[in-house]
DNA sequence: GGCGGCTTCTTGAAATTTGAACAAGCGACG
DNA sequence: CGTCGCTTGTTCAAATTTCAAGAAGCCGCC
């Protein structure tokens, strides 16, 4: 029954003001997730996940990427990257297939369809995250919020190699 | 066909800053709600939904809420909230009582057994937010996290009475 | 009283996500 | 060559979330 760090030591609760920080953290994070959400499932018919699946796969070279690949863009399993993009070929957005060089491999591949998809809804999208963001702080936020946040991914990043493996250091 | 605010006209893209901004924000964010949503799992046995739905009720008076409340306070639909009690009743950490001024009114009861639960958790789950996120910010940084956070969610709260019915002003 | 509109909460089905298990291919190494 | 360990992607079942109804009570008002 082992949780994490050190929590059967008296614990270091938040301050009033860390806990301040953090319930309009949270708060914020699931108002504007839920937004998009809402406004792309609205505009474009996907949840916003899907959606960034399909900008990934835009900006990749080929408008193509290996299954993994996306997966690890997207910040999602191999596993519901698997079903989610069973559920875009569905809906002819994007198309499957095989890696030549690797006959596991599947590369994901944006369609013509897709690519349409994003042209008409992009704008919207863009509107909504400037709206929602951008429109609402100074420039010396919209600068805080970037560092603060690449501070915040750099200590969850999925560990690299033998990072948690210090008999090998 | 209507899609976001006049996404027909020429869309005002990101500037480079900005997408670089919007891209560390959905990083960071993402892979802090995925480490928290396993921290919890692993450690308390359910989501951070879940935990932040006993959380309010352990704050509340009686340790019990009515459901609209507690959905709203935790920012989800009745819906789901129907169902997470659902699952924390088989839990046998929440307890639904009727209103007795309301007979169409539920109550959500934090238990012995669910005050227990937060108690054996709660200094995990708190040193985890910690080390994913004070821990590696300044003072000034939560002091500009909080109120561009607040700001953000102002900006998205379920609008007030009225807030979209401009000819009432 | 009782009707109409609203609020409260639940339900059931569909969609999505999770987590474990699996088939298949890769690649190094004896 | 073989086979062991690892990677790739999928699949299944269970859990969770969404969405569209729907049952029931409340409330104001005639």
Redesign the pocket.
């Given at each position: 029954m082992n949780n994490a760090p050190d929590s059967a030591a008296a614990p270091r609760w938040l301050t009033a003001e860390e806990q301040h920080v953090w319930r309009a953290y949270l708060h914020a994070t699931t108002l504007l997730e839920?937004h998009l959400?809402?406004q792309l499932?609205r505009d474009a018919g996907?949840?916003h996940?899907?959606y960034g699946l399909l900008v990934g796969l835009a900006e990749a070279p080929r408008r193509r990427l290996?299954?993994?690949?996306l997966?690890m863009q997207a910040k999602?399993?191999?596993?519901?990257?698997?079903?989610?993009?069973?559920?875009l070929e569905k809906n002819g957005w994007v198309r499957?297939e095989d890696?030549p060089?690797?006959?596991?491999?599947?590369?994901a591949v944006l369609t013509d369809e897709g690519v349409e998809v994003l042209r008409r809804t992009a704008p919207g999208h863009v509107a909504a995250v400037r709206q929602a963001l951008f429109d609402r702080l100074s420039p010396e936020q919209q600068k805080a919020l970037g560092e603060i946040m690449e501070i915040v991914a750099e200590g969850l990043q999925p560990k690299e190699a033998g990072a948690d493996l210090p008999w090998l250091r």
């Open positions: 839920d959400d809402r499932q996907m949840p996940v899907y290996r299954m993994t690949e997966a999602i399993t191999r596993s519901r990257l698997s079903h989610a993009i069973a559920r499957r890696c060089a690797d006959k596991r491999g599947q590369f």
